[in-house]
């Protein structure tokens, strides 16, 4: 119970006060920074964990033969293709010490390769699939069921017509400098009641944090750590 | 199965086809539109053409290749404007791979250069260590911005090339942020403006413009106009701001030289095909209604 | 199947291969990159990432001094080869002069190139190179660049130096320093404007003995001068010689220098000089009272955040004693948490598993802490019902934690047989592959309902529309605005900001989490008091101009102004 409760407790509630009290007293302000830099050191080495879940995952389905254990097989070898390019530096045409020291990026290296030419364009692809997927999600979620929704229906068409320049181009009502046209119709909705809602969500969202943290630090929630027990 | 039916329960893969034709083509047969500047596109080009030649402008990389569509043509437009005023530019990044982008787009315009010297006739600097350094990518968010706010060296000691910083010409009377004029986030999230605001500009009484994603700006709008001198929120004013630099440096105005003005075709018909499909979606959703109460 | 997974294996090989062929630098453009100065490897115009070539390193030690003993002209470069390990040696060093002229840039020129073995004397400091640049005027300040080359790599030095200081400067002793650092004074009156005046320097209040403020009374005729700048100018001594400290803007008239730490206690002395754009003309100020960056024990610019700290934590406390003694509070129903259990029901009911999706932020983000918090309480009711869990993770660290929490979780539940570590598993960090993985999970266990919880970007929407293809129930909660209204279109349920937090407390039924969000309606309450008193002040002073509404209203922001730092 020691180990696995109150010394957790007590570590997070002597950083959490450290920390805050840090802001009012000149001498600690860097603290902050410090505990930074320690979390990027620990994760650094949780990372080997992560890997490490990574590879007996997808081994243990290769050893099983479950379905689809083919694109395991693809992801061991993309895995450890990248890591031994990345560690060996293969394709700078160095040797020794310099070979060693010589970060994975360096110039003419294969890993700048998979960087380019495989990394690039497979991030690309993923988010590009945003696209399709707005349409489908509008398509089924724009729907004048309601008041407010229709509300939201006009908003919409209104945003969208005047993100592009046929928002102008069709603002037969207004020349392109009047302020009356599609484009500044959409500017305005944007920066009033979209503001005034986003300043407002905000507002609690930051209301939100202050009392976690402070039930984080006083140890009331310990949802994270799985139990309430005392 | 009736028509109605069909369109009812369409296949989402006949939306994601006529988005992918709504999207390619455009692109494919450059389908432009007229633009207008919005205002606020206008006085962010305004307030940049008014600084006066030599001004220190540090330009931060702060987006990846998923959001490069959308934010490259924003950072080659300002990265054009500060060479053609003879700015003094200072490039950082606080995404790892905004370190890339900015490579890319040093390189592109050092090519650009060369050509649009041949157009205009007239000799464009644009001299490693004299118009431009390159710091490079540190880790640490807004504690990166922290450190520069006070002292550049303490964070950069040398600059991506490993040459020290104290050896850089244009580094020899700009020590921190606060000996800069004009501050460029260019970010797709988190690091990026809104850290660079709070953390930079604010405190260190520098004025600061930005590029976000279409998504991303919303949440930005409520620092403008006090602690953000204006922004660039989508792609749509990327194109604007390329038409503004057209009109004022002919030798961009080709459309080749315009990415952002070419997807903005493709942004257009899209958005187009979206709202035939909220149309159509409701038009079903009414005679879905009617037939429900008939029932 | 076979035959997909060949075809796979077939692609991947193929988006591998071009990676290879790669590797021959471009010889014809390597003398064009080479005059055009480009620093890196190969041309430009290939389209490939130019990554900078660590391996050549540059000159080190470049100094510029004075040619003693001549009549004035001359000045001497003397630099030193790399020393670093495994950097190679150059063929030839190349050497750039400029003038500062021409708005800030410093045009340079090609001076001299010679091969390794010329100027090199050995000494007992190593090897060094000596190069005597002549013909040069007095007046002006010069530039070099030493380039070390070999083949199409160069790697630059960079100095700066004005020749044979010939010129007295009157009042300020040593402005010599000034030369050094390119800021030279050629004809220090040659400026229309007057040299600022009044300047005084003080210790920053408020920090820990880094900074120094200086502040002077701007130059009379200031608007004679186009892109008038002040340059700000320290030593420890009030007769100079000064360094440069930094530069503004002619409409600002205060500096602060903040690289004191470590330094504390040492006094310093400032000159401000108003100069025009080039730094070619001069006006000095006289030196500045001595000052000295102190620590200050309390940093009171803190205030309003103290008071806001207290004021929450003592209402959050207070409402968790009031709920302890057995109080009632009303507590709004968060519609999705209540379809949790459901939810799970339903997913047991099917024999399908439940996911859930923690974000992709580590766990120093509270929006991760909140979401693993929650993935506590939903373990245990999965472990109450036997159903089947997966939780895929972007993060290590997110990953260990929540193996943590759903362990305890099982276990408090009397299920600790039913707990392995497959059940949160990590597939890796980077954004868009995580989505991949993890809409592939979704389309091959098809899970019966999907939680997303914690903080998400572009990837919201990739992954809830994917989750609403399969059929799957989703709740969502995320404190990104930005991603709210995907989710909410995507999902069945979407917890907006404060009710992810909330969401735990809720789950958890714990009185004492309960009166906590309680003290922060307070917090809310308060906020909104704020606002209304700050409109309505505002809009009063406005209107009637009155002193004591403008007096307030000023107090009023102040307590709402977060200071830096």
New interface residues.
């Given amino acids: 119970m020691l180990v696995r409760r109150t010394i957790p407790l007590l570590i997070t509630f002597v950083v959490g006060a450290v920390l805050?009290l840090s802001?009012?007293?000149?001498?600690t302000?860097?603290l902050g920074?410090e505990f930074?830099?320690f979390?990027?050191i620990?994760?650094v080495f949780?990372?080997?964990?992560?890997?490490g879940?990574?590879v007996k995952?997808h081994g243990n389905k290769i050893y099983r033969r479950v379905?689809?254990w083919?694109?395991s097989?693809?992801c061991l070898?993309?895995f450890f293709?990248t890591l031994s390019i990345g560690m060996f530096k293969t394709?700078t045409g160095?040797a020794?010490?310099?070979r060693w020291?010589?970060?994975p990026?360096?110039?003419?290296?294969?890993f700048?390769?998979?960087?380019?030419?495989?990394?690039?364009p497979?991030?690309?692809t993923?988010?590009a699939?945003?696209?399709?997927?707005?349409?489908?999600?509008?398509?089924?979620?724009?729907?004048?069921?309601n008041l407010e929704a229709t509300v939201l229906?006009v908003a919409?068409?209104i945003i969208?017509?005047g993100?592009?320049?046929?928002g102008?181009?069709i603002s037969f009502w207004a020349g392109?400098?009047s302020g009356y046209?599609l484009?500044?119709l959409a500017?305005w909705i944007?920066?009033y009641p979209?503001?005034a809602g986003?300043?407002a969500?905000?507002?609690?969202?930051a209301?939100?944090?202050?009392?976690?943290?402070?039930?984080?630090i006083?140890g009331?929630?310990r949802?994270?750590?799985?139990?309430?027990?005392e | 199965m009736s028509f109605y039916e069909k369109v009812a329960n369409i296949d989402r893969r006949v939306i994601f086809l006529l988005i992918g034709l709504a999207v390619a083509i455009p692109i494919i047969f450059t389908v432009r539109f007229p633009g207008f500047p919005t205002p606020m596109v206008q006085e962010i080009f305004d307030l940049v053409e008014n600084l006066p030649a030599g001004s220190k402008v540090l330009v931060s990389f702060d987006y990846d290749p998923a959001s490069e569509p959308e934010l490259q043509p924003m950072a080659t437009a300002w990265m054009r404007q500060c060479i053609e005023r003879g700015f003094r530019i200072y490039i950082m990044a606080l995404w790892p791979i905004g370190q890339d982008m900015a490579r890319l787009t040093v390189d592109q315009l050092k090519r650009d250069i060369a050509e649009k010297e041949r157009l205009t006739g007239k000799k464009v600097p644009f001299e490693y260590g004299v118009n431009y350094v390159d710091l490079g990518y540190k880790s640490g968010a807004q504690g990166v911005i922290n450190v520069v706010l006070t002292d550049f060296e303490k964070m950069y000691p040398t600059d991506s090339t490993n040459q020290a910083l104290s050896s850089i010409p244009m580094m020899s009377d700009t020590k921190s942020l606060k000996d800069l004029d004009l501050i460029i986030s260019i970010s797709a999230g988190t690091p990026g403006l809104k850290e660079w605001i709070q953390f930079g500009a604010d405190p260190a009484g520098v004025k600061i413009i930005g590029g976000s994603t279409a998504v991303q700006a919303p949440l930005l709008y409520p620092y403008y106009p006090k602690q953000l001198s204006g922004q660039l929120g989508g792609l749509k004013t990327a194109a604007e701001y390329e038409k503004l630099m057209g009109d004022r440096y002919p030798q961009y105005s080709d459309i080749k030289d315009n990415k952002g003005r070419i997807r903005m075709g493709a942004q257009a018909i899209a958005h187009i095909v979206i709202m035939l499909f909220i149309v159509v979606g409701n038009i079903t959703f009414f005679i879905d209604r009617r037939r429900g109460k008939r029932g | 199947m076979i035959g997909r997974f060949v075809w796979t294996a077939l692609l991947v090989a193929a988006m591998v291969t071009p990676v290879f062929a790669l590797d021959a630098p471009d010889e014809s453009a390597m003398e064009e990159s080479a005059e055009a100065g480009a620093r890196g490897r190969g041309p430009a115009g290939r389209g490939r990432v130019q990554h900078h070539a660590q391996r050549h390193l540059p000159p080190v030690d470049l100094d510029v001094k004075d040619e003693p003993a001549d009549e004035g002209g001359a000045v001497r470069l003397t630099w030193k080869p790399c020393p670093k390990a495994g950097a190679a040696t150059g063929e030839k060093f190349v050497i750039y002069r400029a003038t500062r002229s021409d708005a800030g840039h410093w045009p340079f020129e090609k001076v001299g190139e010679f091969p390794l073995t010329d100027h090199l004397t050995e000494s007992k400091n190593g090897k060094v190179y000596r190069y005597v640049d002549e013909g040069l005027s007095d007046e002006d300040a010069y530039y070099y660049r030493v380039a070390a080359v070999r083949g199409d790599l160069w790697a630059y030095a960079f100095k700066m130096m004005g020749t044979t200081p010939a010129v007295d400067f009157g009042p300020v002793s040593s402005i010599r320093q000034v030369i050094a650092y390119g800021d030279r004074a050629a004809i220090r009156n040659g400026l229309p404007a007057d040299p600022p005046t009044e300047v005084s320097a003080a210790d920053k209040p408020n920090d820990a003995g880094e900074a120094i403020i200086v502040t002077w009374t701007p130059s009379k005729h200031a608007d004679q001068v186009p892109g008038l700048t002040y340059r700000i100018y320290r030593s420890e001594k009030p007769e100079g010689p000064f360094d440069a400290a930094g530069s503004v803007s002619a409409d600002k008239n205060s500096y602060m220098d903040s690289t004191h730490k470590g330094g504390e206690g040492k006094t310093w002395y400032y000159v401000v000089a108003a100069t025009n754009l080039e730094g070619t003309k001069f006006a000095v100020s006289d030196a500045s009272n001595g000052a000295a960056a102190k620590t200050q024990i309390i940093n009171w610019e803190q205030w309003n955040y103290f008071l806001f700290a207290v004021v929450l934590s003592v209402f959050i406390v207070y409402f968790i004693q009031h709920i302890k003694s057995g109080k009632k509070l009303f507590v709004r129903k968060i519609a999705g948490m209540e379809a949790v259990d459901e939810a799970i029901g339903r997913a047991t009911e099917m024999g399908k598993p439940i996911m859930f999706v923690p974000g992709i932020m580590d766990m120093n983000d509270v929006q991760t802490v909140a979401a693993v918090a929650i993935l506590g309480r939903v373990a245990r009711t999965v472990a109450e019902y036997d159903t089947r869990l997966m939780c895929p993770t972007s993060k290590s660290l997110v990953m260990t934690t929540g193996r943590e929490t759903v362990k305890e979780a099982f276990l408090s539940a009397g299920r600790p047989d039913a707990y392995n570590d497959d059940i949160v598993t990590y597939l890796t960090d980077e954004q868009f592959g995580y989505v991949a993985g993890v809409n592939g999970m979704m389309v091959r266990d098809k899970p019966a309902t999907i939680l997303y919880l914690g903080a998400f970007y572009a990837e919201s929407l990739i992954m809830a529309e994917t989750g609403n293809s399969i059929g799957a129930i989703q709740i969502a909660g995320t404190a990104q605005p930005a991603q709210l209204p995907f989710f909410i279109a995507a999902c069945d349920y979407t917890l907006i900001g404060e009710e992810l937090f909330a969401a735990s407390a809720y789950l958890s039924h714990d009185p004492k989490q309960l009166g906590s969000l309680k003290g922060q309606d307070i917090g809310k309450l308060l906020g909104m008091l704020g606002i209304i008193f700050g409109a309505t002040l505002a809009t009063v002073a406005e209107l009637s101009g009155a002193g004591w509404a403008q007096t307030a209203l000023n107090w009023v922001s102040a307590l709402f102004t977060v200071s830096a730092g």
Avoid: C
């Fill in positions: 805050i802001k009012l007293f000149p001498v302000s860097s920074e930074s830099i979390f990027d620990i994760a949780a990372f080997i964990l992560g890997g879940n990574l995952i379905p689809g083919g694109y097989l693809v070898i993309g293709a394709g160095l020794g010490v310099e020291a010589a970060p990026t360096y110039s003419g290296g294969h700048n390769g998979i960087y380019e030419y495989i990394f690039k497979l991030a690309a993923m988010f699939l945003l696209a399709f997927y707005v349409a489908s999600a509008s398509y089924r979620a724009f729907r004048a069921k229906l919409a068409f969208l017509l993100r592009t320049f046929i102008t181009w392109p400098e046209t484009p500044d500017e944007m920066n979209n503001l986003q300043r969500i905000m507002i609690g969202i209301l939100g944090i202050v009392s976690t943290s402070l039930k984080i006083l009331i929630d949802g994270y750590m799985g139990t309430d027990a």
